[in-house]
């Protein structure tokens, strides 16, 4: 009978449920790798966009100390011949032995756009001489380059009866805790000179911490306080004047820029005191940027004449990749911790 016969075909929905039960699949498939690409591409868009366009606005360098001094001078002259498409604005902010204008960088974005010219004392030093940091020297930096060194000068009060390290040992001992040397802070290269000074001679004189070396100069000229160990970019020209007596510079050698003045370890073997100031940006900044920046510093202190200025100054050249200034900072601090402990000095 016909309506036995007859072939029953396979319902229309069936071909068509295949495909339908396979579409959450792909959908699926299709939203993980976006999500994947959007993932990889928030993580790489800051470093891309730091490489890409870095510097998006002017570069604050901070000195931490006032104006006038070797780490001013260094920061001025990077201001002056960079050339990185953007301003780069010194921003002095001087306060408890550099730590206030470290802070500041430390807490910055990591991006670039604020760099610290730090010294010996705001990242070698001071973490031994304060019981509570504002800021890691170590965990809140990423290092950028070496800049330049300098030795410290001793020099003293036209009315000290002294004319070499010699005399002048035998007149703090015979005048104990009666003699004060100046610093432009506690923590500088300055204040600890004098503390390693105090340390291997066996002498006693007072420190007297100032807000800056522009206020303690004229002291030291008026004999308010008998010395300091002032950076020699500072203090040799007002050697040279008349106005005050170079006696030695804590340096390992004698600087081209003061051949005439002996070192201290002429006299005290062992003794050695430079000041170094080198560029740290904050942890986390891209290394695209760093490596940006220290291609820059390199350029400019290579210039002829800035080399030529700096070296006039007493100041040295002296420019390292990032990590030779991470190893050379983990010496400072171990070096600085022991003359610290040794002098018994303290911030607090």
Known sequence: MPMFTRSCPAPASAPASAPAMRTPRRALATFAALAAFATTASLTAPQALAQQAFPRQPIRLVVTFPPGGAPDILARTFSEKANLGQPVVVDNRPGAGGNIGAEAVAKAPPDGHMLVMATVGTHSINGAL??????????DFVPVSHVASTPNLLVVNNDVPARNVAEFIAHLKANPNKLSFGSPGIGSSVHVSGELFKSLTGTTMTHVPYKGRQFAIPDLVGGQIQLMFDNMPSALPMAREGKIRALAQTGAKRSPAAPDVPTVAETVPGFEATSWFAVFAPAGTPKEVVA?????????????????????????????????????????????????????????
């Open 130 to 139: 304060y019981k509570k940091m504002p800021y890691d020297m170590v965990k």
């Open 292 to 348: 940006r920046l220290n291609q820059e510093i390199h350029r400019v202190f290579n210039l002829p004449d800035v080399q030529a200025k700096l070296k006039a100054l007493g100041l040295d050249t002296w420019l390292s990749t990032p990590e030779e200034l991470t190893r050379f900072r983990a010496g400072e601090i171990a070096k600085w911790a022991k003359v610290v402990k040794d002098s018994g000095a303290t911030a607090d």
